[in-house]
Nanobody, 119 residues
Framework: QVQLVESGGGLVQAGGSLRLSCAAS????????MGWYRQAPGKQRELVAA??????NYADSVKGRFTISRDNAKNMVYLQMNSLKPEDTAVYYC??????????????WGQGTQVTVSS
């Protein structure tokens, strides 16, 4: 079990930047994947960025603008968001995924942080 707490959301103008932080309640060294998802009103939750085993992947819509990073020593995950667009407006959720020896995945979620980008 791991609790996740996001912070860093807010209101920003288009073209601006925000840095989201996700604090985990315990060591994330053994967590297989950490990621950020977002959900806009009326839309499904979607993957924004994830990091696993030293590799990262991003949604096409954020490639070149967002960067995910992970600090295992501090039990923290970050999402640096640059060149923000109004369509980036959403609630952003931190996710931790642990996969057990059978291959079953366990997902843990934070409460979310609102990001609003004004035009």
């Amino acid at each position: 079990q791991v609790q996740l707490v996001e912070s860093g959301g807010g209101l920003v103008q288009a073209g601006g930047s925000l840095r989201l932080s996700c604090a985990a309640s315990r060591s994330i060294f053994t967590i297989d994947a950490m990621g950020w998802y977002r959900q806009a009103p009326g839309k499904q939750r979607e993957l924004v960025a994830a990091t696993s085993g030293g590799s990262t992947n991003y949604a096409d819509s954020v490639k070149g603008r967002f960067t995910i990073s992970r600090d295992n020593a501090k039990n923290m995950v970050y999402l640096q968001m640059n060149s923000l667009k109004p369509e980036d407006t959403a609630v952003y959720y931190c996710n931790a995924r642990r996969i057990d020896y059978t291959g079953k995945a366990f997902d843990y979620w934070g409460q979310g942080t609102q990001v609003t980008v004004s035009s």
